[in-house]
């Protein structure tokens, strides 16, 4: 018996019945083929060959409690005997709303969604219903979301992409109508002076600049020393508002996202995964008098808006998160940097140009000669062949990363868990 047999069972059977034989594109990229897991209980996943990984994909983020972490649990037991969806305000609704005003810098008010998508949506739409304006810049290997408008230039081909410093907008979907990212500009990631360039020639077109702060999408980018100032410092110059997606930092990089960690406050803030353990929430912060608009002819729907129960996930989440100052999250980053310094002694110790590189909470494993990735044209250069078999061989020995070369800690995870992966990636080491 192979180690995969019942997943690869699964996977044939699933294609006759589901596009691709999974829910969402990004889950293609598996070894032999997508696994079907059947559990997943703290830090680990069972598939249904009964195989066990140390999770470190975590839903592509959400799970940072672990899985199926039990306060979360309960809280959203409670919610099933008050009632699902009542398309009105609830009191638990209120009550969260007021808690992320005290937490999130940003956020002189909050509004409620389901998917990054939505809410990347609608902080668009805000900040050009404010400006008046409609170009929008983002940065070449950021993901805000597969909306039309700005699905550009997430991972795209380096033979497409353009100069590095003047970077073609390179539409990441067929089927998107040939105008739907006309407006949107492409950047370098970390280029303060490409970027106030850029803006000086068009400063009263510019109606946001979105962006994730740590670029976690391609690679796990820190932002340069005082890069994020500068880019705020730009956005008030010219009246641009400056969005910070952290649906991937946010209640990661610290309890109130990579806003807190570096000091630097948008004008809209995205939060959504890690905010509710695997319950699906998104939340649009910021302003007041840029949420307002909301009041004022910015359509913004959804029935699924804050639901009783997606609310109660995300108090439940956020509280234990927030909990003794972050204390949860600072275990967990200094656990993860242990395991980003483990992973770089064992490259050195193979010879091997592995390099680990992020936060403790959130961190990237690529195989480069050049050392650190600053942006995507870095990440992108780097050994894809050779990150994949060792995200293969990882696999193999029961630990489980993203293919793109990301993970994600959770807080569950023990000392004896980091041991564990740093025995299997010396061993995926050895193998490659
Ligand atoms: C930074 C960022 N923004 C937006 C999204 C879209 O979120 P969702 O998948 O919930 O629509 C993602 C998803 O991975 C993301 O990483």
Redesign the pocket.
């Known amino acids: 018996m192979g180690r995969y047999d019942k997943s690869i069972a699964v996977h044939e059977e699933a294609c006759r019945v589901l596009s691709g034989g999974v829910s969402s594109n990004f889950r293609y990229h598996a070894m032999p083929v997508p696994l079907c897991y059947e559990r997943g209980e703290g830090a680990y996943l069972w598939d249904v060959d009964g195989n066990r990984y140390i999770d470190y994909v975590l839903g592509?983020?959400p799970a940072i409690l672990g899985h199926s972490p039990q306060p979360v649990l309960d809280a959203v037991r409670a919610s099933l005997d008050i009632g699902q969806a009542f398309t009105a305000i609830h009191p638990g609704e209120l009550a969260l709303a007021k808690r992320l005003t005290e937490l999130l810098p940003c956020a002189e008010q909050v509004r409620f969604d389901v998917?990054?998508?939505?809410a990347?949506h609608i902080a668009l739409r805000l900040a050009r219903a404010h400006t008046g304006r409609d170009r929008v810049i983002k940065f070449e290997g950021?993901?805000?979301?597969?909306a039309d408008n700005i699905l550009a230039s997430v991972t795209p081909p380096l033979n497409e992409a353009g100069p590095r410093a003047t970077p073609a907008t390179v539409p990441q979907s067929r089927g998107m109508p040939e105008t739907a990212t006309g407006e949107v500009i492409v950047q370098p990631f970390n280029d303060a002076e490409t970027l106030n360039s850029t803006v000086a020639r068009e400063p009263e077109a510019i109606a946001a600049i979105i962006m994730?702060p740590i670029a976690?999408?391609t690679g796990v980018i820190e932002p340069a020393d005082g890069y994020l100032q500068s880019v705020r410092e730009l956005c008030d110059r010219h009246g641009i508002v400056l969005i910070f997606?952290e649906?991937?930092t946010g209640f990661r990089a610290a309890p109130g996202g990579a806003q807190q960690r570096y000091g630097v406050t948008p004008d809209l803030g995205?939060f959504?995964?890690a905010a509710a353990a695997g319950f699906p929430i998104?939340i649009i912060a910021g302003r007041r008098d840029i949420m307002e608009g909301m009041t004022d002819g910015v359509v913004h729907g959804g029935t699924y808006n804050g639901l009783t129960s997606t609310v109660a996930a995300c108090a439940a989440t956020v509280e234990e998160l927030v909990r003794g100052n972050g204390a949860l999250l600072a275990e967990t980053e200094q656990r993860g940097a242990r395991l980003i310094d483990g992973l770089n002694a064992l490259a050195t110790q193979h010879g091997k140009p592995l390099h680990a590189q992020g936060i403790g909470t959130i961190f990237t494993t690529v195989f480069t000669e050049t050392p650190p990735l600053t942006d995507y044209r870095d990440y992108k250069s780097s050994d894809e062949v050779m990150r994949l078999k060792f995200v293969e061989e990882l696999q193999h020995r029961g630990v489980r990363t993203t293919a793109r070369g990301t993970w994600f800690m959770s807080t569950v995870l023990s000392d004896e868990d980091i041991a564990r992966t740093l025995e299997a990636a010396d061993g995926a080491l050895a193998a490659i």
């Open positions: 592509n983020g998917t990054g998508t939505q990347d950021q993901y805000h979301g597969w994730e976690c999408n997606d649906v991937i995205v959504a995964k998104s």
